[in-house]
């Protein structure tokens, strides 16, 4: 069954360092999110991206935050100077439906990033 | 307005019991129910989801239970199981715009059924 594969599985950081999440969506899908779920609490929207821009996003995707789809496959995500606040887990969701009865979101397993 | 209210936060439930777990919300631009699966270390899973024209879905021993007019759902997971235990979240979707659909999720409901 084609997964999202998301790298590196966990990432530490120092405060102030940028990093660099990376996602593997569902090879004909179209529609890529990000999430993040802070750890006890509920998984939150960040980002919605498709035709190669942001289609949606929320108040916790600041300035510190960018995506972008480099390539055919790839998609990430970009935070440019962490804070201790940005540690999560960090998933990846694609879909291959603009239809809302068929807007599957297909997750990944996540990137726990921690800043120290 | 975009929050999605869930509860109980924890449940543990006797193997061969129902689990029963409730959503409720105030937006009513959501237009799709999801609920989604989590096991530790792993990415959310769709696990059975639900239009608000209808009252309730059910797929093999997962229900979801819908009612439009008090903006609740539920899941109901008859003859739970071992297997079953993991966090379940309630999600609703709206349409954001420009073809994309946002997920809102409620804060998770950790299931533990034992034997």
């Known amino acids: 069954e084609p997964e999202v594969t998301q790298t590196p599985s966990h990432q530490v950081t120092q405060m102030g360092q940028e990093v660099i999440l990376r996602c593997v969506p569902i090879s004909n899908h179209l529609y890529f999110y990000w999430y993040r779920q802070i750890l006890g609490q509920k998984v939150e929207f960040l980002v919605s991206f498709y035709n190669n821009e942001i289609s949606e996003k929320s108040e916790i995707f600041d300035d510190q935050f960018s995506v972008e789809r480099p390539d055919g496959s790839n998609f990430t995500l970009k935070i440019r100077s962490t804070k201790l606040e940005d540690s999560a887990m960090y998933f990846c969701a694609s879909s291959d439906s603009g239809f809302l009865a068929k807007n599957i979101q297909y997750f990944g397993a996540g990137t726990r990033l921690s800043v120290l | ?115």
């Not at chain 2, 999605?4 to 129902?18: A, F, H, R």
């Not at chain 2, 879905?57 to 993991?86: V, Y």
């Open chain 2, 1 to 115: 307005q975009q929050q999605v209210k869930q509860s109980p936060q924890s449940l543990i439930v006797q193997k061969g019991g129902i689990s029963i777990i409730n959503c409720a919300y105030e937006n009513t631009a959501f237009d799709y129910f999801p609920w989604y699966q989590q096991f530790p270390g792993k990415g959310p899973a769709l696990l059975i989801a639900i239009r608000p024209d209808v009252s309730e879905k059910k797929e093999g021993r997962f229900t979801i239970s819908f009612n439009k007019s008090a903006k609740q759902f539920s899941l109901h997971i008859m003859d739970s199981q071992p297997g079953d235990s993991a966090t379940y979240f309630c999600a609703a979707i709206n349409y954001s715009g420009a073809g994309s659909y946002q997920l809102t999720f409620g804060k998770g409901t950790k299931l533990s059924v034992i034997p």
